[in-house]
């Protein structure tokens, strides 16, 4: 098993949960973050004050799939989630020992 962890802008969520429904992945968790990488934020006027905001909004996304379905996963959302503009986000991949359901004890990819 793997856990998938992809941060992304707000506005592709819709999107990449369609798009990742469509292949049968329906668990997921969603978190709003904030976070800069490589533009480092951005400056506004407000009031007509300028300043600098560094940490822009995104949406992180972790999925934990099988090992047979990771590669195809990972291509749906960097797919789905592009725009080909700064700031489009990550996907990583990190190995998961184990999962366990709680409600029904089930253990590895019948956990999942």
């Known amino acids: 098993m793997k856990k998938i ?9 819709e999107e990449v ?4 429904a469509d292949i049968g992945i329906e668990g997921m ?5 904030k976070g800069f990488g490589r533009q480092k934020g951005h400056t506004e ?10 940490f822009l909004p995104k949406i992180k996304l972790e999925i934990v799939v099988a090992d047979s ?3 195809n996963a990972v291509a749906i959302i960097v797919k ?26 089930e253990k590895g990819d019948k956990a999942v």
């Open 5 to 13: 962890e992809a941060i992304i802008k707000p506005f592709k969520l």
């Open 17 to 20: 949960k369609d798009a990742l």
């Open 29 to 33: 968790t969603v978190t709003e973050v």
């Open 45 to 54: 006027i407000y009031r007509g004050s300028e300043y600098t905001v560094d």
């Open 69 to 71: 379905v990771v590669e």
């Open 80 to 105: 789905t989630a592009k725009t080909g503009k700064i700031g489009d986000g990550k996907v990583f991949v990190l190995p998961v020992e184990e999962a366990v359901r709680i409600r029904t004890d």
